[in-house]
C-alpha cells in the first residue's frame, strides 16, 4: 500500500513538472483551436457564425465526432470552457503520465523505467516525428487528450496480452478520437497474425463487442458521416496541400524536418537494440515496421494517386504511436549506459533536456553529438581494441565538440546563454552529486537515485521558470499577466460590433473567432478544416483565399500584406464585410477603429 501511495505521488509531482515546463496554451498560432470551439459556440447560440463558411459547411456534413464536441455545449451554458479546458488538461495529463509509467514499466520492468518514460513526455516531441503526430495536445481539442490516454493503456495491455480489456479502453477511446483509434486497430492486425495462438478467432470476437459495446455512440454517428455523399475534385486536393500539407504531403516539408526525425530515430533504435531478446522487442519492431509501411501508404495515396479516403485518414499521423513506442527505449538505453562516470551522467541529462525542449532554443544539432557518444558507449569494447588512446581523452573530445556546437549557436543562431546556464547548472548540479558518491551510492540505490533525481528536477524547473520569467499559461487572453495583442483585438472587436458582422483577417493568423465570436471570411486553419468536407466548401473556401491575395502554396501572408486599400475594399463590397484586420507594419488607407502594438482593426462603409 505504501509503495502505491510513493509512486501516485511521484507521477502527481512529474504532472506538476510537465504542467509547469510546457505551460498551457488555449491558444496556438499554429494549432487550430478556434475550429473546434467556435461550432460549439454556435450550437450553444445559433445567432453567432452564421455569416461563417467554415461553421455553417461543418454544421452541413456533422464532421465533428466526438463526444466532447457534443457535450460542450451543455458544458458552455454552465461553466466557462476556458477554465473547464485548463481543469480537464491537468487530470488528462495525470491520467496520461499514469499511462506511460504503466507502459515504461510493461516493456522495460522496472518503476525507474517507468518514471523515465513519464518525464519524456512533453509538448517538444511533436518536433522529432514527421507528420505532425499530435501527441502533447494541452488545450480544448476534440477529446484527443482523453483518447491518447487511454490508447497508451490499450497499447501497454496489448503487449501483456490484456486484449479483452485493451479493446474495451480502446471503445471508450473511440468516443473522444476515432482517428487516434484507428491507428491502434490498424496496428494491431499484423500483430494478430504473429499471435494467432493466443489470440484466436473466439478471442477476436469477444474483442470486438468489448469494443464495440462502449464505442457504440459515436460508432453510429462515424457510420452515418461515411454513408454521406461526397464530391472532390482539384479545389479539395488545393486546399488540402495549402492548409494541412504538414500532415498528408512529405514533399513538402523542410529538410530539417527529416533531420530532427532522423536524429530522433537513431536514438531510438539504439535504444531498442539495448532491449533484451524478447517477444515484446519483436512486437516493438513490428508495430514501428507497420507504422513505416502505413506512413508510406499515405505518401503514395497523396503524391502520386490521390486517394481522398486515404488522405482523410492523415496517415502520418500514427508517428504518435512511434513516438509513444520509443520512449521506454530511449530510457533503457540511459539505463544501460548509467554508471559513476560524470561524462556518462551529463550526456544522459543533455539528451533528456533536448528531448523535452524545457531549454527554449536549444537547437536540434546538439542530439547529433549526443548520439555519436551513446552509439560509441554501447560499442565501446570494439572501439577501444582499434583506438585504446580514445578512452582517457573522451571527456576532453566531448568538451571540445559541444564548445564548439555552442560557439556555432552563438554566431548563427541564438538562446545561447539560456544553453550554457542551463546545461552548466546541470554539469554543477551532477558533479556536487559524485563528491557526496560514496555517502550517497546512486548507482546502487533505487530510493537514493530517485530522491536526487527528484532534487535536480525541482532546482532544474526552478531556474528555468525564473529565466522565463514565470510559467507560460495562457488563461482568458492573457500570458505571465501581460494580454496578447491577437486576444486583445478580439475582445474590442467583440464589444464593438454586432452578432452578423463579418470581419476580414490576415489569412496567415488563426483563431480569431475564438474570443470575438465572430465570423471571417477565412484562414488557414479553417482551410484545414476542409480536409474533412467535400469540394463545394473547398471551392468557396478557395476563392475567398484568393481575394485575400493567397494564390499560391504558402503564400498566404505575402498575398495579404501586398493588397492594395482598393483591393481590399472590393473584396470587403464583395461579401459585406464590415471589418478589416492587419498585422503591423501593414495598413490599409481606410478609417482606424482600434489598434494596439501588434495590429490594426478598420471599419469600411457596410453594402447591403
Not at 455512440?217 to 486536393?237: A, H, N, V
Not at 546538439?366 to 548520439?371: A, E, K, S
Request: positive net charge.
Amino acid at each position: 500500500m505504501r509503495s502505491k501511495i510513493q509512486i501516485i505521488l511521484i507521477l502527481l509531482f512529474i504532472t506538476v513538472h510537465s504542467f509547469l515546463m510546457n505551460g498551457y496554451f488555449y491558444v496556438h498560432r499554429s494549432l487550430n483551436v478556434a475550429t473546434y470551439v467556435t461550432p460549439i459556440v454556435a450550437q450553444s447560440d445559433p445567432s453567432l457564425f452564421r455569416k461563417s463558411l467554415y461553421v455553417q459547411s461543418l454544421k452541413a456534413k456533422n464532421a465533428r465526432l466526438s463526444l466532447m464536441h457534443d457535450l460542450s455545449p451543455y458544458f458552455i451554458r454552465k461553466v466557462d470552457l476556458e477554465t473547464f479546458s485548463l481543469i480537464q488538461w491537468f487530470i488528462c495529463l495525470f491520467l496520461t503520465i499514469t499511462a506511460l509509467f504503466y507502459l515504461g514499466k510493461t516493456l522495460i520492468g522496472t518503476d525507474i523505467a517507468g518514471y523515465g518514460t513519464a518525464l519524456l513526455f512533453s509538448s517538444n516531441l511533436n518536433n522529432w516525428a514527421l507528420g505532425s503526430p499530435a501527441i502533447y495536445i494541452n488545450f480544448f481539442h476534440h477529446g484527443i487528450q482523453w483518447a491518447i490516454m487511454l490508447n497508451i493503456f490499450s497499447l501497454a495491455l496489448i503487449f501483456k496480452k490484456k486484449y479483452l480489456l485493451a479493446f474495451f479502453l480502446m471503445g471508450i477511446a473511440w468516443n473522444f478520437h476515432p482517428m487516434s483509434v484507428i491507428f491502434l486497430l490498424l496496428l494491431f492486425f499484423p500483430y494478430w497474425f504473429f499471435h494467432k495462438k493466443e489470440c484466436g478467432s473466439k478471442t477476436l470476437l469477444f474483442c470486438s463487442v468489448a469494443f464495440a459495446l462502449p464505442a457504440l455512440p459515436i460508432l453510429i454517428k462515424s457510420f452515418q458521416y461515411l454513408s454521406m455523399t461526397w464530391e472532390y475534385g482539384p479545389e479539395w486536393i488545393t486546399c488540402v496541400k495549402w492548409t494541412a500539407w504538414y500532415t498528408i504531403f512529405p514533399s513538402t516539408w523542410s529538410s530539417n524536418h527529416f533531420f530532427r526525425a532522423g536524429l530522433y530515430f537513431c536514438l531510438f533504435v539504439m535504444g531498442l537494440y539495448t532491449l533484451p531478446k524478447s517477444e515484446k522487442k519483436r512486437d516493438i519492431t513490428l508495430f514501428v515496421g507497420t507504422i513505416g509501411f502505413l506512413c508510406a501508404l499515405g505518401t503514395v495515396f497523396a503524391e502520386m494517386f490521390p486517394v481522398p479516403f486515404v488522405m482523410k485518414m492523415s496517415l502520418w499521423r500514427t508517428s504518435w504511436i512511434y513516438i509513444i513506442l520509443s520512449l521506454p527505449c530511449i530510457v533503457h538505453l540511459m539505463i544501460t549506459i548509467w554508471d559513476t562516470s560524470l561524462l556518462k551522467r551529463f550526456l544522459i541529462v543533455s539528451t533528456l533536456i533536448a528531448i523535452t525542449g524545457y531549454i527554449h532554443y536549444f537547437p536540434s544539432y546538439y542530439l547529433f553529438l549526443c548520439n555519436i557518444f551513446f552509439f560509441f558507449f554501447l560499442y565501446k569494447t570494439s572501439v577501444e581494441k582499434r583506438w585504446q588512446w580514445l578512452d582517457k581523452k573522451l571527456p576532453f573530445i566531448f568538451l571540445i565538440l559541444f564548445t564548439a556546437l555552442i560557439g556555432y549557436q552563438g554566431i548563427f543562431d541564438w538562446g545561447t546563454k539560456g544553453t550554457i546556464i542551463g546545461l552548466g547548472c546541470a554539469l554543477l548540479f551532477l558533479s556536487l552529486v559524485k563528491l557526496r558518491e560514496k555517502s550517497l551510492p546512486l548507482a546502487r540505490n533505487s530510493g537514493s537515485f530517485i530522491i536526487v533525481a527528484l532534487l535536480f528536477i525541482v532546482l532544474f524547473d526552478t531556474g528555468i521558470l525564473v529565466y522565463r520569467g514565470g510559467v507560460d499559461i495562457y488563461y482568458h487572453g492573457y500570458v505571465r499577466g501581460t494580454r496578447d495583442p491577437w486576444s486583445d483585438i478580439q475582445m474590442f472587436a467583440k464589444n464593438h460590433s454586432k452578432k452578423d458582422d463579418l470581419f476580414i483577417v490576415p489569412p496567415y493568423i488563426n483563431d480569431f473567432g475564438l474570443y470575438s465570436e465572430r465570423a471571417t471570411l477565412g484562414d488557414w486553419a479553417e482551410g484545414a478544416n476542409i480536409l474533412y468536407m467535400d469540394n463545394a466548401s473547398a471551392k468557396e473556401w478557395l476563392e475567398r483565399m484568393n481575394s485575400l491575395g493567397w494564390e499560391t502554396f504558402l503564400g498566404e501572408k505575402n498575398g495579404y500584406n501586398a493588397l492594395s486599400t482598393e483591393e481590399i475594399v472590393a473584396t470587403a463590397r464583395k461579401y459585406h464585410a464590415v471589418y478589416i484586420v492587419t498585422e503591423k507594419p501593414k495598413h490599409f488607407e481606410l478609417p482606424k477603429v482600434y489598434e494596439n502594438s501588434h495590429y490594426i482593426l478598420y471599419r469600411i462603409q457596410e453594402v447591403k
